[in-house]
């Protein structure tokens, strides 16, 4: 007898995603079910193509099915969503998935350094990445990303410049070196605008804003000129730079973003030689504080001179030394971002299900 697509649908109720731990069909990430001929074919909803769990997920589909009587061959292939960025009160960048902010409660936590080498980090996943500079008065992207020069412009719009395969756009760029940007909050909001919606960023699965530290103007501009998918916060271990990481995450909170996880940078300095650790600034705060306010853990990046030499360089890490320990963590945190924004993009749908179901009634 052959397979039925009732039977096909119940097969795959045995596959669970691993980040919600709930089956696909349950969670409506099955379509397009045909059945003709023992031939089976069927589309996989993910919110993210380029999430480390594609490929998992899409082999656990054909596994569950192709034990069923009467299937001769299988076929499942991976179609994307996207959830309603245009239908919030902000504006939406056309082309651009996923807009991430990069934030911290103060400076000097190694922000520009997390978000250079995360933004190439989920790159090298297979994604489209842009990264915007938005600290007006202290940008370090161009440095670290290995940029010089002026962008160009074509149709009114402004041409990112690019280097390791990352979309750029700073003040750096447009100032040169050693000027000073000596702005009132104004011009920064106009030009963080500028930035955000007269930028020819193209098609793009993530563009990383690299925010100032704290919690004024261009977190506020950001907050109103564009829909934000989430931010994720930098931070060290010690007492001082947690207490100001709380005040940033309850401002996020209170502006409505999502809170994406914590990155404790600087989390302890292994000696080369002796390979003893010692956490200069403390360890493990970043965690223990996400689990008091119940937000994800993303990871930690070791204090090392080798992380700061690279970006002195012009060469994140990731890439100039892609089999070290510190561009590894890196990776790792990029891989654990990608699931909560894929977490969050699937709440979003069951919650858009749920409004259109209630409407319906």
Same mark, same amino acid.
Request: charged share 20%; net charge neutral.
């Given at each position: 007898?052959?397979?039925t697509?009732?039977?096909?649908?119940?097969?795959?109720r045995?596959v669970?995603?691993p980040?919600?731990?709930?089956?696909?069909?349950?969670?409506?990430?099955?379509?397009?079910?045909?059945?003709?001929?023992g =031939?089976?074919? !069927?589309?996989?909803?993910?919110?993210?193509?380029?999430?480390?769990?594609?490929?998992?997920?899409?082999?656990?589909?054909?596994?569950?099915?192709?034990?069923?009587?009467?299937?001769?061959?299988?076929?499942?292939?991976?179609?994307?969503v996207?959830?309603g960025?245009?239908?919030?009160?902000?504006?939406?960048?056309?082309?651009?998935?996923?807009? !991430?902010?990069?934030?911290?409660?103060?400076?000097?936590?190694? /922000?520009?350094?997390?978000?250079? +080498?995360?933004?190439v980090?989920? #790159? =090298?996943?297979?994604a489209?990445?842009?990264?915007?500079?938005?600290?007006?008065?202290?940008? +370090?992207?161009?440095?670290?990303?290995?940029?010089?020069?002026?962008?160009d412009?074509e149709?009114?719009r402004?041409?990112?410049l690019?280097?390791?395969g990352?979309?750029?756009?700073?003040?750096?760029? @447009?100032?040169?070196?050693?000027?000073p940007?000596?702005?009132?909050?104004?011009?920064?909001?106009?030009?963080?605008?500028?930035?955000?919606?007269?930028?020819?960023?193209g098609?793009?699965?993530?563009?990383?804003?690299? !925010?100032p530290?704290? &919690?004024?103007?261009?977190q506020?501009?950001?907050? =109103?000129?564009?829909?934000?998918a *989430?931010?994720?916060?930098?931070? &060290?271990?010690?007492?001082?730079?947690l207490?100001?990481?709380?005040?940033? @995450?309850?401002?996020?909170k209170?502006?409505?973003?999502?809170?994406?996880?914590?990155?404790?940078?600087?989390?302890?300095?292994?000696?080369p030689?002796?390979q003893?650790?010692?956490?200069?600034?403390?360890?493990g705060?970043?965690?223990r504080?996400?689990? =008091?306010?119940?937000?994800?853990?993303?990871?930690?990046?070791?204090?090392?001179?080798?992380?700061?030499?690279?970006?002195?360089t *012009?060469?994140? @890490?990731? @890439?100039?030394?892609?089999? #070290?320990?510190q561009?590894?963590a890196?990776?790792?945190?990029?891989?654990?971002?990608?699931?909560?924004?894929?977490v969050?993009?699937? /709440?979003?749908?069951?919650?858009?299900?749920?409004?259109?179901?209630?409407?319906? !009634?």
């Amino acid at each position: 007898m052959a397979v039925t697509e009732n039977e096909v649908l119940n097969a795959l109720r045995t596959v669970i995603e691993p980040d919600l731990k709930r089956d696909l069909v349950t969670l409506n990430m099955v379509r397009n079910v045909t059945v003709r001929d023992g =031939q089976v074919s !069927l589309e996989v909803v993910l919110t993210n193509p380029t999430g480390p769990q594609k490929t998992r997920i899409l082999q656990a589909c054909e596994e569950a099915v192709r034990p069923l009587r009467g299937v001769e061959q299988v076929r499942v292939t991976a179609a994307t969503v996207t959830f309603g960025p245009s239908a919030k009160d902000r504006p939406a960048i056309r082309g651009v998935r996923h807009i !991430l902010a990069v934030a911290s409660g103060k400076g000097g936590v190694g /922000k520009s350094t997390v978000a250079a +080498n995360l933004a190439v980090a989920l #790159s =090298q996943t297979g994604a489209a990445v842009g990264l915007m500079d938005a600290d007006i008065y202290g940008p +370090n992207i161009p440095i670290m990303m290995g940029v010089k020069g002026r962008p160009d412009t074509e149709d009114d719009r402004i041409i990112p410049l690019q280097n390791h395969g990352i979309k750029l756009m700073s003040m750096g760029f @447009i100032t040169g070196d050693n000027v000073p940007v000596i702005w009132r909050g104004p011009l920064i909001t106009k030009m963080i605008q500028q930035f955000l919606h007269t930028v020819a960023w193209g098609d793009l699965d993530y563009l990383l804003l690299d !925010l100032p530290p704290g &919690t004024g103007d261009v977190q506020i501009t950001v907050r =109103q000129s564009v829909y934000i998918a *989430g931010a994720v916060i930098v931070t &060290t271990p010690q007492r001082l730079a947690l207490e100001d990481v709380k005040r940033g @995450i309850l401002m996020f909170k209170q502006v409505d973003v999502p809170i994406f996880g914590v990155i404790e940078n600087m989390s302890a300095f292994v000696c080369p030689r002796c390979q003893t650790r010692t956490d200069i600034f403390g360890h493990g705060g970043g965690l223990r504080m996400c689990e =008091q306010m119940g937000i994800p853990f993303l990871g930690e990046v070791p204090l090392d001179p080798k992380i700061r030499e690279a970006g002195d360089t *012009g060469i994140p @890490i990731v @890439i100039g030394q892609p089999d #070290s320990p510190q561009a590894g963590a890196f990776r790792r945190i990029a891989a654990a971002l990608i699931a909560q924004v894929d977490v969050l993009e699937a /709440k979003r749908a069951e919650q858009a299900k749920l409004t259109e179901g209630l409407k319906v !009634l």
